[in-house]
């Protein structure tokens, strides 16, 4: 087969599966350039509840604009967003309820440096959500426990390591009750050593049944937790199948093209 078969051809059975999740991401038709450049290509994606999917691609293809789009870190100029069924609020107040709706855990930690782990997990719930501070504190805790960092609670983020540092980002996120979690290369700056234990803290957030939007390159994670592998390739989804089929039945050239030169290292 070669790039003009519909992508979406082979993945009739997801297609299937998706209708039977209530949709929580829906990007339909978006179109975003960066001057001349058309970094998002009329993107079509559906995410349900409790769908873990992967987005693999390589550099430069857009994976980053795609998950900052979906947050509303960036605009774009055609086709529309909905989360949870509402479209992307413009700004003000209803964008920063979507914000919250909407965790991201990026490359590098963001964590507020003169803040302790546990002010970090704590202060979006009390800010922005209005929270007491005594509850805040008991659900922080019982996260911090959940990611295995719950030790480190009164200490600053330049005491904790890079893996440690990267669980309480996603706390954080958690704390917030999002709808959706989207990771971009949440392990790429880490140090080998640290690398599984946050896939391991994803991989039991996307067994507990967590709607997630995961881009990484770590193919293990992939295979073990995604239902889904969207490959994007020049602002484009070139295709998207389940793990298995992605894995040892790509239809497109970039698709096997990509994973010849990871694969091989
Ligand atoms: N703010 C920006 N202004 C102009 N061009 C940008 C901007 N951000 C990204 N780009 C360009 O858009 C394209 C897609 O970038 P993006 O960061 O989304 O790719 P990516 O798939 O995440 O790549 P990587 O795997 O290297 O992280 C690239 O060509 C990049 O240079
Ligand atoms: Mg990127």
């Known amino acids: ?33 960066f001057g001349d450049l058309h970094v998002l290509k009329d993107i079509n994606l559906t995410v349900g509840k409790g769908d873990v999917v992967v987005v693999l691609g390589p550099s430069g293809s857009g994976k980053s604009t795609l998950c900052r789009t979906i947050n509303r870190l960036e605009t774009f100029e055609s086709g529309q967003i909905l989360i949870d069924g509402q479209p992307l609020p ?15 855990v990026f490359q590098s930690f963001n964590l507020f440096a003169h803040k302790t782990i546990l002010q970090n997990v704590t202060l979006g719930p009390i800010k922005a959500r209005g929270q007491n501070k005594a509850a805040a504190e008991k659900r922080a805790l019982e996260l911090l426990e959940r990611v295995g960092v719950a030790q480190q609670k009164d200490k600053y983020p330049a005491q904790l390591s890079g893996g440690q540092q990267q669980r309480v980002a996603i706390a954080r996120s958690l704390a917030m009750d999002p709808k959706v979690m989207l990771f971009d290369e949440p392990t790429s700056a880490l140090d080998p050593e640290m690398i599984n234990e946050v896939l391991d803290v994803m991989t039991s957030l996307a067994k507990s049944g967590m709607t997630m939007i995961v ?51």
């Open 215 to 265: 881009v990484t390159h770590e193919m293990g994670f992939a295979r073990r937790a995604a239902d889904r592998v969207v490959f994007m390739a020049d602002g484009e989804i070139v295709e998207q199948n389940t793990p298995e089929e992605f894995f040892t039945n790509a239809q497109s050239s970039r698709a096997k093209d990509f994973l010849s030169k990871i694969l091989t290292h």
């Open 1 to 33: 087969m070669d790039d003009s078969t519909p992508a979406m051809t082979p993945d009739a059975t997801r297609d299937a599966d998706r209708t039977t999740r209530e949709p929580v991401v829906v990007v339909d038709h978006v179109n975003k350039h």
């Open 90 to 104: 413009e700004e003000g107040k209803a964008l920063a309820q979507l914000r919250a709706d909407v965790g991201m």
